[in-house]
């Protein structure tokens, strides 16, 4: 039998609101009726474009159409408490954008509204549903990775290397606190504790600020669509967030940690690789390269797994949905992501198998401590 309709909307056309659209038609029983965003003309183009029947400029007016069950909010960092709370107090459910809010004393207060109201929620830590992410945490689950020793690795982008890179991102105003930690440290962080199941429990961060000053256009990028932006194009701005660091941590097991984070690092795209080194085996993937997970041992010879659902373990099949050698990356793990959120509201589902306002809390509360250890120089306990 055909799951029932679910009519869902989004707030926010930039990068990350049409992927969610893209991922949600893909999805076959769920009907995306309406987007909204700042700018009227902008908004109205992008629903055009993205087969959108209604465009709103006002999320409040969005949130009083009755049709819309769902809200997915894809806005800026610091609309996110403000649009999330509005989401909930109008009984539709939500599906945030990380971070859920830029304080933990506002990520609480979501978590108990969205347990007043009995409504869904969801982050989107989107990693996590990559077909290989799944098998490692089946490798984990199943104990055959044995106890976990140390977790270590990167997220390294290269989009803020040049000092006339600029976005929103940088002004703590509209982010919060930290860029690069909150940004992607935020996504490792994530990732692997889902994998393992242990929790953070301290951090040691050491920030780096490496343009302290930038050169902000001094009108929106796509104004200069097509032509090369002079000297008085710019406006030099003083920069506070890090776009580096490092971050040692330990967890509950007392096992030990360490990861860096980088926007400036030349040639990087968008490189996540972890490491898990565990007493049985130790795996290892680079999600620039998501089909492919490597195990390692010490006795016998190491592994290569390759996405492929015929060799998977049942516990990752289900999101691996081309046979072997058929890539899946990036769009596909936001479809996954959503199709569980999704069946648990048409009520195909009992299980909340995604991360719900609760992860988003513990990963805001991971990077407030990382913000407060990179200021005073020592180690800080995550407070959950």
């Not at 509950?252 to 080194?277: M, W």
């Amino acid at each position: 039998m055909a799951m029932r309709t679910v009519k869902a909307a989004v707030i926010g056309t930039g990068f990350i609101g049409p992927a969610h659209v893209e991922a949600l038609k893909r999805l076959g029983f769920v009907e995306v009726v309406a987007l909204c965003g700042r700018n009227p003309e902008r908004t109205e183009q992008k629903a055009a474009a993205l087969g959108v029947p209604r465009a709103y400029s006002d999320y409040r007016k969005l949130l009083a159409n009755p049709d819309v069950e769902v809200v997915h909010n894809a806005s800026p960092n610091n609309l996110h408490f403000e649009v999330n709370q509005a989401i909930l107090e109008s009984g539709k459910h939500c599906v945030s954008e990380k971070p859920l809010t830029r304080t933990t004393a506002e990520s609480r207060r979501l978590v108990a509204l969205a347990q007043e109201k009995g409504l869904l929620n969801a982050v989107c830590f989107n990693y996590r549903f990559y077909p290989l992410s799944q098998q490692a945490k089946a490798i984990c689950d199943a104990g055959k990775a044995g106890d976990v020793y140390a977790i270590h690795g990167s997220y390294l982008q290269d989009w803020l290397l040049h000092e006339t890179d600029y976005s929103w991102r940088l002004d703590q105003e509209v982010s919060g606190e930290s860029c690069a930690v909150g940004d992607i440290g935020s996504h490792f962080c994530d990732l692997v504790t889902f994998i393992t199941g242990h929790t953070i429990t301290e951090v040691m961060a050491d920030f780096q600020t490496t343009h302290k000053v930038r050169k902000r256009p001094k009108a929106a990028v796509e104004a200069f669509a097509g032509k090369t932006l002079k000297p008085e194009d710019y406006e030099e701005v003083q920069i506070e967030s890090e776009d580096f660091a490092s971050v040692l941590f330990r967890l509950d097991n007392g096992a030990r940690g360490a990861f860096t984070v980088s926007q400036v690092s030349a040639g990087r795209k968008n490189r996540l690789v972890y490491e898990i080194d565990g007493s049985t085996c130790a795996i290892s993937a680079d999600l620039e390269r998501p089909n492919e997970l490597w195990a390692g041992y010490r006795d016998r010879a190491n592994e290569s797994y390759v996405k492929d659902p015929s060799i998977l373990s049942e516990q990752a099949q289900p999101y691996a949905h081309y046979p072997g050698g058929h890539p899946e990356g990036y769009p596909d793990a936001f479809k996954n992501l959503f199709l569980n959120v999704y069946r648990r509201i048409a009520g195909e589902s009992s299980v909340d198998d995604f991360p719900t306002f609760v992860d988003g809390h513990r990963a805001v509360a991971i990077v407030e401590a990382a913000v407060r250890s990179a200021r005073e120089g020592r180690w800080v306990e995550v407070d959950y």
